[in-house]
């Protein structure tokens, strides 16, 4: 059987509690990493659900996006390790997930509501692909990640995008809710 390994990764928990390093879960991908199409490094499928409160259950990877944040504003380098975002999209019950309290805090006046970060964010760093050569961020990763922040909102999920999951790969308690 295939192990599971963990990478550190930053969570920003939605209720407002501070930021914390948590346990990022990977497990080997069958299929190839679409970010290194020449990697002979094994892809590995990270797990951020569990760390999503309110996520739908059963879908794993189709209920979650990731954005990748390879430098900050006026870099004109990238970083050597850049940072993925996981946030949640599809919900257990359909409904909005919550305004993500730390992150809110953190854009202070240019917070706007309709780019707002929601849900539990988990933030992992990696070398050449994000699913093939994670790497452990630490703490000392939280006042780039700030700055990021700050002047960022969450990227915008089209509906559309949303409604590439299959109706008949929901799990029966989701397709009662009318997702």
Not at 43 to 48: E, G, I, K, Q, T
Not at 53 to 81: C, Q, S, T
Not at 144 to 162: D, E
């Amino acid at each position: 059987m295939d192990q599971l390994v963990s990478f550190e990764a930053l969570l920003f928990p939605s209720d407002g509690r501070n930021p914390h390093m948590v346990a990022l879960m990977t497990s080997p991908m069958s299929v190839p990493d679409p970010h290194a199409p020449y990697s002979t490094l094994p892809a590995r499928m990270p797990h951020p659900e569990v760390y999503m409160d309110y996520i739908a259950e059963g879908l794993g990877p189709r209920a979650w996006h990731y954005h990748l944040v390879e430098a900050l504003d006026g870099m004109n380098k990238k970083f050597v390790n850049p940072y993925v975002i996981f946030y949640p999209t599809v919900s257990r019950d359909g409904m909005p997930f919550p305004i993500n309290k730390c992150l809110r805090e953190i854009q202070g006046r240019s917070f706007k509501e309709a780019t707002a970060w929601r849900g539990n964010i988990i933030i992992a760093k990696y070398r050449e692909s994000p699913f093939s050569s994670m790497v452990n961020g630490s703490i000392a990763d939280f006042p780039i990640l700030r700055n990021y922040f700050m002047t960022h909102g969450a990227p915008q999920v089209s509906k559309g995008s949303l409604s590439k999951i299959s109706y008949l790969s929901l799990p029966p308690s989701l397709k009662k809710t009318g997702i």
